[in-house]
């Protein structure tokens, strides 16, 4: 049984962005890091700012339950293995029209113009004490041409900054000196690292996204669960407690591309990482959160038997084609293909290869999302407040209100007195997997 099912509580939220029946990552991230929901493809701003529009941003700004949290005194990361300034790690931290504005190397000369700032500029300027990041993004963080340190050769490894700013030392620089702080960028470094003597760590792991489960460098690259154990191992150091963002960012990925199998195997690994997290922490004090920020066109069926491999084939021709099918179809995507003006026929292709992509109705170069609600589970303190349909911007609130931490406090009694609410760990996992998965 997937780890997220043994969950004691469990409900459904409504993904819909402001202006999007079918949402995307950056206006849903807003609503369940910043509780406001926002427009399609804006980060960390109220639904007052349009996208690419820089000077719609000044004075729309939200925060975040990770910002509320280090507010409190609590030690505070991001665990993804996305870039760490992508769609859902940057509404924890960032305020910007463009989910796109990855570093200024891809703005717009009228956002610069007027002092808009790129996504990794903020993520080291907006909250300079963010205990513990770790993902990819390593290009966006060096100036233009700079040469990465792991792909020597690769042209589109070499950093992308315009400004001329070297990020990490940026970093190093706001850290005081007589904390310990480490900069990573492979996996030995993270696995040899001691947490009882790390006070912040960034670890960015390759240029852009790590690379997917099934393709990971056991030695350059660390896995999901790898990164949350040691995450946690530094942040629970904290007697006020922490509050960790893990995302199986790849997921969302590998549906984009029709890679089911891609897609299912970073699933599997986020439930290692959610296993990993419930073993070091307690449902006594930490409040764990499990979600999807929206779902993907992405089924199965067929009536395929018990015990049939779910990339394997239906037991049944199509009673319209006379050809089989896959167990695993997409709604739209890259997977639709035609051959000789007929359905491709799958028995003639490699379909339970890593980087299948599976057929799909409608001719699409990438995926699409769902518009469906999405289910939340949840153990630990006020979990109960997660039940029944709610929007999706309601999370952040419930983790705050069972934190004591944000602008409501007056349900928390005093730290000292007995019965207080649980101010300890929380854990938002996101898993960015479609519905039918989940059950």
């Given at each position: 049984?997937?780890?997220?099912?043994?969950?004691?509580?469990?409900?459904?939220?409504?993904?819909?962005?402001?202006?999007?029946?079918?949402?995307?990552?950056?206006?849903?991230?807003?609503?369940?890091?910043?509780?406001?929901?926002?427009?399609?493809?804006?980060?960390?701003?109220?639904?007052?700012?349009?996208?690419?529009?820089?000077?719609?941003?000044?004075?729309?700004?939200?925060?975040?339950?990770?910002?509320?949290?280090?507010?409190?005194?609590?030690?505070v990361g991001i665990v993804t293995t996305t870039r760490v300034n992508h769609a859902t790690p940057s509404a924890a931290y960032a305020?910007?029209?463009?989910?796109?504005?990855?570093?200024?190397?891809?703005?717009?000369?009228?956002?610069?113009?007027?002092?808009?700032?790129?996504?990794?500029?903020?993520?080291?300027?907006?909250?300079?004490?963010?205990?513990?990041?770790?993902?990819?993004?390593?290009?966006?963080?060096?100036?233009?041409?700079?040469?990465?340190?792991?792909?020597?050769?690769?042209?589109?490894?070499?950093?992308?900054?315009?400004?001329?700013?070297?990020?990490?030392?940026?970093?190093?620089?706001?850290?005081?000196?007589?904390?310990?702080?480490?900069?990573?960028?492979?996996?030995?470094?993270?696995?040899?690292?001691?947490?009882?003597?790390?006070?912040?760590?960034?670890?960015?792991?390759?240029?852009?996204?790590?690379?997917?489960?099934?393709?990971?460098?056991?030695?350059?690259?660390?896995?999901?669960?790898?990164?949350?154990?040691?995450?946690?191992?530094?942040?629970?150091?904290?007697?006020?407690?922490?509050?960790?963002?893990?995302?199986?960012?790849?997921?969302?990925?590998?549906?984009?591309?029709?890679?089911?199998?891609?897609?299912?195997?970073?699933?599997?690994?986020?439930?290692?990482?959610?296993?990993?997290?419930?073993?070091?922490?307690?449902?006594?004090?930490?409040?764990?959160?499990?979600?999807?920020?929206?779902?993907?066109?992405?089924?199965?069926?067929?009536?395929?038997?018990?015990?049939?491999?779910?990339?394997?084939?239906?037991?049944?021709?199509?009673?319209?084609?006379?050809?089989?099918?896959?167990?695993?179809?997409?709604?739209?995507?890259?997977?639709?293909?035609?051959?000789?003006?007929?359905?491709?026929?799958?028995?003639?292709?490699?379909?339970?290869?890593?980087?299948?992509?599976?057929?799909?109705?409608?001719?699409?170069?990438?995926?699409?999302?769902?518009?469906?609600?999405?289910?939340?589970?949840?153990?630990?303190?006020?979990?109960?407040?997660?039940?029944?349909?709610?929007?999706?911007?309601?999370?952040?609130?419930?983790?705050?209100?069972?934190?004591?931490?944000?602008?409501?406090?007056?349900?928390?009694?005093?730290?000292?007195?007995?019965?207080?609410?649980?101010?300890?760990?929380?854990?938002?996992?996101l898993a960015l997997f479609p519905l039918s998965v989940l059950f």
């Open positions: 049984t997937p780890t997220w099912l043994r969950m004691s509580s469990c409900s459904w939220e409504m993904t819909y962005n402001t202006n999007a029946q079918v949402p995307d990552s950056a206006g849903t991230a807003t609503a369940y890091l910043c509780g406001v929901k926002a427009n399609e493809g804006t980060v960390g701003v109220s639904a007052a700012t349009e996208r690419s529009r820089c000077n719609t941003t000044q004075g729309n700004e939200v925060t975040s339950i990770l910002h509320w949290a280090k507010d409190a005194g609590k030690s305020h910007s029209a463009d989910r796109d504005w990855y570093s200024d190397n891809e703005m717009p000369p009228e956002a610069l113009s007027q002092g808009c700032k790129d996504i990794a500029y903020q993520l080291m300027h907006n909250i300079r004490d963010i205990d513990v990041i770790m993902g990819g993004g390593r290009k966006y963080m060096y100036p233009k041409n700079k040469t990465d340190v792991e792909y020597e050769s690769d042209e589109k490894a070499r950093g992308t900054r315009l400004d001329g700013l070297d990020l990490v030392d940026t970093w190093k620089s706001f850290k005081p000196r007589h904390k310990h702080s480490h900069f990573i960028w492979n996996r030995t470094e993270l696995l040899t690292l001691d947490p009882h003597n790390v006070d912040y760590l960034l670890g960015l792991f390759e240029p852009g996204d790590m690379q997917y489960e099934l393709n990971r460098n056991n030695v350059t690259d660390p896995s999901l669960s790898e990164m949350v154990v040691v995450a946690i191992q530094i942040l629970r150091k904290n007697p006020k407690g922490f509050f960790l963002l893990v995302e199986g960012g790849r997921i969302d990925h590998g549906h984009h591309e029709g890679k089911a199998k891609q897609a299912l195997h970073e699933a599997v690994e986020m439930d290692r990482a959610i296993g990993q997290a419930g073993s070091l922490t307690s449902s006594e004090d930490t409040l764990t959160v499990v979600t999807a920020d929206h779902s993907h066109v992405f089924t199965f069926g067929g009536y395929t038997p018990r015990g049939n491999s779910i990339f394997g084939l239906a037991p049944m021709l199509s009673d319209t084609d006379k050809k089989p099918f896959t167990a695993i179809l997409y709604g739209n995507g890259p997977g639709y293909k035609v051959v000789g003006g007929e359905r491709e026929n799958v028995s003639m292709v490699d379909y339970a290869h890593n980087n299948y992509q599976a057929q799909s109705a409608v001719p699409l170069r990438h995926e699409t999302h769902g518009g469906e609600d999405v289910a939340v589970f949840s153990k630990g303190p006020m979990a109960h407040l997660l039940h029944g349909v709610h929007e999706q911007n309601y999370i952040p609130h419930v983790m705050a209100y069972a934190a004591c931490i944000g602008a409501n406090l007056d349900h928390c009694a005093p730290a000292s007195s007995a019965g207080s609410l649980a101010a300890g760990p929380l854990l938002l996992a």
